[in-house]
């Protein structure tokens, strides 16, 4: 199915939001983005819905809509939520798993062992944990992890231009998809929750941002 004006709108915009680009607290003006796109009101006013959805976007009384903010609060509620429901997934998607889904998962962690950029990395980062949930066959949970991936990735990008960004291990995963090959879903989820719970650490009291192990 092709790609709506809105649909483009908003995947362009959630990829400047999660890269940096469009930092937290930046307006999304509604005229300028249509002017850019070429588009009528309509579709960027669904874009920023979509966006919304997404919690990479907030509307503001009188300020209009904004990229929502990156402080350690909201860190802690995407975290949270993902450790609940990607551990769930795993858990139903375990024993679902054949051959094709082992090659994916493989193909994911591969893709993130070679990768020499951020953004090489992150995209394999999402495609694991995307691969690793999709055999549980659960369409409405699936949706939302994908959204908490890229509110996700927005602390990963912020962790690494603070801390800067080098090549490193996918031990963690690796760990996760052997267990996940002996069909030792107990072990997976255990690993995985503590491997997403990683991310807590970004931010102290003091909201300073430090580095991280590789989520």
């Known amino acids: 199915m092709a ?17 940096g680009e469009l930092a937290p607290g930046t307006a999304l003006r509604q005229d300028r983005i249509a002017e850019d796109f070429e588009a009528s009101h309509v579709p960027v006013r669904e874009a920023f819905q979509r966006l919304k959805a997404q919690g990479l976007a907030v509307a503001e009384p009188r300020r209009g ?4 903010p990156l402080d350690p609060t909201s860190m802690m509620e995407i975290v949270e939520i993902r450790a609940r429901l990607e551990p769930l997934a795993l858990k139903v998607a375990t024993p679902l798993m054949n051959a094709t889904a082992f090659e994916r998962i493989e ?3 591969v893709a993130g062992e ?3 950029t951020m953004a090489d990395w992150e995209r394999a980062n999402q495609s694991f944990h995307r691969e690793l949930a999709a055999p549980c066959r659960m369409p ?7 959204d908490l991936q890229l509110a996700s990735a927005r602390i990963i990008f912020a962790v690494h231009r ?5 090549p490193g291990s996918n031990h963690a995963h690796r760990q996760i998809f052997n267990a996940v090959k002996r069909r030792d879903a107990v072990r997976a989820v255990a690993l995985l929750e503590s491997h997403i719970r990683m991310l807590e650490r970004p931010a102290g009291a003091d909201g300073a941002i430090t ?5």
């Open 211 to 215: 580095a991280l192990p590789d989520t």
């Open 3 to 19: 790609e709506t004006i809105a649909e483009r709108i908003a995947r362009v915009l959630s990829a400047r939001i999660v890269s």
């Open 114 to 116: 070679a990768a020499d």
């Open 107 to 109: 193909r994911a962690l």
């Open 65 to 68: 809509m904004r990229v929502a």
């Open 162 to 166: 603070s801390a800067g960004w080098q």
């Open 140 to 146: 409405r949970l699936l949706a939302m992890i994908d």
